[in-house]
């Protein structure tokens, strides 16, 4: 069992910069693949990055690619989203997963049923 408590959301102007901290229980976290996803005001649920146990191997939605940098630090079991020149669209609550990582040589998963546990999600808000 892997429990995950997201945290660094608040309120930002645009073109300013959040990083998102996801503290994840357990001590086998560098064997889990991570992500983040993010739910806006009527909108489905949509991927934004995700990352394996090899922190080299990463994945970005296009709408974040560039923008949004996914990292990890397995000594502090600690996954993170640095999010530069925040834009009022990425205004969502956002959602730490993880799920056991048994295939790391391939691209992180990008669809919600590959991750088995989940945060409870975190403000972000972006003005204009």
């Known amino acids: 069992q892997v429990q995950l408590v997201e945290s660094g959301g608040g309120l930002v102007q645009a073109g300013g910069s959040l990083r998102l901290s996801c503290a994840a229980s357990?001590?086998?976290?560098?064997?889990?693949?991570m992500g983040w996803f993010r739910q806006a005001p009527g909108k489905e649920r949509e991927f934004v990055a995700a990352i394996r146990w090899n922190p080299s191997n990463t994945a970005y939605a296009d709408s974040v690619k560039g923008r949004f940098t996914i990292s990890r630090d397995n000594a502090k079991n600690t996954v993170y989203l640095q999010m530069n020149s925040l834009k009022p669209e990425d205004t969502a609550v956002y959602y730490c997963?993880?799920?056991?990582?048994?295939?790391?040589?391939?691209?992180?998963?990008?669809?919600?049923?590959?991750?088995?546990?989940w945060g409870q999600g975190t403000q972000v808000t972006v003005s204009s």
């Open positions: 997963v993880a799920a056991i990582d048994r295939a790391p040589w391939v691209r992180p998963a990008t669809n919600e049923i590959d991750y088995t546990y």
């Open positions: 357990g001590r086998t976290f560098s064997s889990y693949a």
